[in-house]
């Protein structure tokens, strides 16, 4: 009795099956097919879907190191005003217009916009009735300044900026373009005038931070 040959299926050396006896043209069609499997997966690695950052992702430090400068007590906090601010809180400047917010990241970061709303004048305590609020006029964006000052923020060219051109305006959007936003491990945010010259203060009800996590590149 002739002995039992077993023949296995063998692999290509670039990882697309070849089978025992097929026709070229039947490899050819597998190694097409891998191919575009494999495409497949490396464009599905590429998509990056822009978010929430603060309430869909955990990317921000929540930590101290992520704060407001310059924030009056006893009204929102920086992280009320990112979430979803349900009751109407508004982060308001203490002792005079500016605030300074600083974020840090876990992870590097593409920022893609930020939104702040500033719709909702908020109702102040009596103590605190003679100094009047107002909408911000001047917004400065800072990147990986993680030592930004006041007295810095004043004086040196933000990577973006929004100035207010409607006094009926009731929110501020700023589209985040280019390398400056790219993979950001620190952004600061700088509240530089109120809209109302006799304002001493200005607020902010809610600041949305859209982007996502940047792509990791292994070297070596």
Not at 64 to 92: C, H, Q, W
Not at 105 to 130: H, Q, W, Y
Not at 179 to 206: M, V
Request: with cysteine; hydrophobic share 35%.
């Amino acid at each position: 009795e002739r002995a039992k040959v077993h023949v296995s299926a063998a692999k290509r050396s670039d990882g697309a099956p070849k089978t025992a006896g097929a026709s070229e043209s039947e490899n050819t069609d597998a190694m097409r097919k891998h191919n575009l499997m494999k495409n497949k997966t490396v464009q599905s690695s590429l998509k990056h879907e822009d978010v929430d950052i603060f309430n869909c992702s955990d990317l921000i430090d929540k930590s101290s190191r992520t704060s407001g400068l310059n924030v009056l007590d006893g009204y929102g906090t920086l992280f009320e005003i990112m979430g979803p601010n349900s009751d109407g809180k508004a982060l308001i400047s203490d002792v005079d217009p500016q605030l300074l917010i600083k974020i840090n990241f876990k992870e590097k970061v593409n920022v893609t916009s930020m939104l702040f709303k500033f719709g909702s004048p908020p109702t102040l305590k009596d103590e605190d009735a003679d100094q009047p609020v107002a909408k911000p006029r001047l917004i400065k964006c800072f990147t990986n300044m993680d030592e930004l000052d006041f007295g810095d923020a004043e004086e040196m060219t933000a990577s973006a900026q929004w100035t207010l051109s409607d006094s009926a305006a009731t929110e501020a959007k700023i589209v985040c373009v280019g390398h400056k936003f790219q993979r950001l491990q620190s952004l600061q945010i700088f509240i530089d005038e109120a809209n109302d010259e006799d304002a001493l203060r200005t607020f902010i009800n809610q600041f949305t931070l859209t982007g996502h996590q940047a792509a990791t590149f292994h070297t070596g």
